[in-house]
Antibody, heavy 119, light 107 residues
Framework: QVTLEESGPTLVKPTQTLTLTCAFS??????????VGWLRQPPGKALDWLALIYWDDNKNYSPSLKRRLTITKDTSKRQVVLTMTNMDPVDTGTYYCAYRAVDGPWRYWGPGTMVIVSS | EIVLTQSPGTVSLSPGDRATLSCRASQSISSTYLAWYQQKPGQAPRLLIY???HRATGIPDRFSGTGSGTEFTLTISRLEPEDFAAYFC?????????FGGGTKVDI
């Protein structure tokens, strides 16, 4: 079955760079049409999409955060990595990775990882 | 950017009640690209409905989705205790991918 799991630091200082890893199983990121993305949710608020990487290494980013985000994949390790630069307290929230296939919805989600930005 | 507005923000209902949740888009969306998710406290969202009206695997038939253009609706025919949660709509046809602000279904 498809599983995803996020990992990374819980606490980050303002201006630092955040690096999150999504480890997945049950599918291949070499399969045509498959994508893995990152989303986040501030406490008590709605979901925001951040970035998406496809099987062919095509990448899409949220326009409002594009300058700060980089998404990469390591197909052999079954991992997708997100880096976000210049972290700010408003970036505090739960960060999720999720699976998307053939322009579909976010069908499978990781449990999420909480990130707190504080000095 | 397509803005999705959900209403109401919170609705208080009882088990056995019917829940009707609305999602309005700032511009027309193909019905192929509208989804609904359920989220319980401390958990990741779970896909309920995709393509406006198609239930995801394992989703009970008390959940149904309808709509077209800019108006979409999620209906829960008879609320079960486990249905009290937050619900989000999402459009996935146009970048950036966007979500609505959510509706919380309270007891």
């Amino acid at each position: 079955q498809v599983t995803l799991e996020e990992s990374g630091p819980t606490l980050v200082k303002p201006t630092q760079t955040l690096t999150l890893t999504c480890a997945f199983s049950g599918f291949s990121l070499n399969t045509r049409g498959v994508g893995v993305g990152w989303l986040r949710q501030p406490p008590g608020k709605a979901l925001d999409w951040l970035a998406l990487i496809y099987w062919d290494d095509n990448k899409n980013y949220s326009p409002s955060l594009k300058r700060r985000l980089t998404i990469t994949k390591d197909t052999s390790k079954r991992q997708v990595v997100l880096t976000m630069t210049n972290m700010d307290p408003v970036d505090t929230g739960t960060y999720y990775c999720a699976y998307r296939a053939v322009d579909g919805p976010w069908r499978y989600w990781g449990p999420g990882t909480m990130v707190i930005v504080s000095s | 950017e397509i803005v999705l507005t959900q209403s109401p923000g919170t609705v208080s209902l009882s088990p056995g009640d019917r829940a009707t949740l609305s999602c309005r888009a700032s511009q027309s969306i193909s019905s192929t690209y509208l989804a609904w998710y359920q989220q319980k406290p401390g958990q990741a969202p779970r896909l309920l409905i995709y393509g406006t009206s198609h239930r995801a695997t394992g989703i009970p038939d008390r959940f149904s989705g309808t709509g077209s253009g800019t108006e979409f609706t999620l209906t829960i025919s008879r609320l079960e205790p486990e249905d009290f949660a937050a619900y989000f709509c999402q459009q996935y046809g146009t970048l950036p991918l966007t979500f609505g602000g959510g509706t919380k279904v309270d007891i």
